[in-house]
């Protein structure tokens, strides 16, 4: 099994920024850094979303409405995810989820890439006033 945990969460106010953290851990048999691993978010009402997502070897993906203000990486070293998000708009204001795809099968970050074979913590909540 995996077990990731989210941190970094807040409020912050329009334009602002914040880092979320994704601490992952795993049992035996499972090698993290083979792995797709990403964001999602989920706001009130509203279906998940996925936000960015970064595969084994480096390569991103990132939700048109995000792109060029996030940006997802990965230290392998220390089985950690993280999401820099810059220019926060009010529309940002989520629950956003940490996840990773043990698979090796999606396309990392295209669709719900987490849904299906993923592993998922308990997500940190972003607020953004205007």
């Known amino acids: 099994a995996v077990h990731l945990a989210e941190s970094g969460g807040g409020s912050v106010e329009g334009g602002g920024s914040l880092r979320l953290s994704c601490a992952a851990s795993?049992?035996?048999?499972?090698?993290?850094?083979?792995?797709?691993m990403g964001w999602f978010r989920q706001a009130p009402g509203k279906e998940r979303e996925g936000v960015a997502a970064?595969?084994?070897?480096?390569?991103?993906n990132y939700a048109h409405s995000v792109r060029v203000r996030f940006t997802v990486s990965r230290d392998n070293s220390k089985n950690t995810l993280y999401l820099q998000m810059n220019s926060l708009k009010p529309e940002d204001t989520a629950m956003y989820y940490c996840a990773v795809d043990v698979s090796g099968l999606v396309y990392c970050g295209g669709g719900t890439w987490w849904a299906r074979n993923g592993y998922w913590g308990q997500g940190t909540q972003v607020t953004v006033s205007s």
């Open positions: 795993a049992t035996s048999g499972y090698t993290l850094s083979n792995y797709c």
């Open positions: 970064i595969d084994s070897d480096g390569t991103t």
